[in-house]
Nanobody, 127 residues
């Protein structure tokens, strides 16, 4: 069983930055595919970024160049640095974990690849 706890959300002005963290327990992040998804009000949850167990990273086109995913094996955490935030980035951000290291990279953008989810952290971008 993997337990995920997100932190770091908040209210920020357009153009600002936030850093989200996901603390994992029950499994080491170095052997787990980790990802961030987000869900805006009235919309479906969408893929943001993933950090594959082997170190490969993936981003949604809408956040590429603005968001950076990273991993700290010593702390067993995965973080998401959000820069140049825009109002359309407003959403609840969820951390997710996939214990199957053989998952194809093409599948890492799909919710169904992940068995474990955090409770989410709210990011609001507004002036």
């Amino acid at each position: 069983q993997v337990h995920l706890v997100e932190s770091g959300g908040g209210l920020v002005q357009p153009g600002g930055s936030l850093r989200l963290s996901c603390a994992a327990s029950g499994r080491t992040v170095s052997r787990t595919n980790m990802a961030w998804f987000r869900q805006a009000p009235g919309k479906e949850r969408q893929f943001v970024s993933a950090f594959r167990h082997n170190g490969a990273t993936y981003y949604a086109e809408s956040v590429k160049g603005r968001f950076t995913i990273s991993r700290d094996v010593a702390k067993n955490t995965v973080s998401l640095q959000l820069n140049s935030l825009m109002p359309e980035d407003t959403a609840v951000y969820f951390c997710a974990a996939d214990s199957e290291t053989g998952t194809l990279s093409s599948r890492l953008r799909a919710e169904v690849a992940y068995e474990y989810w955090g409770q989410g952290t709210q990011v609001t971008v507004s002036s």
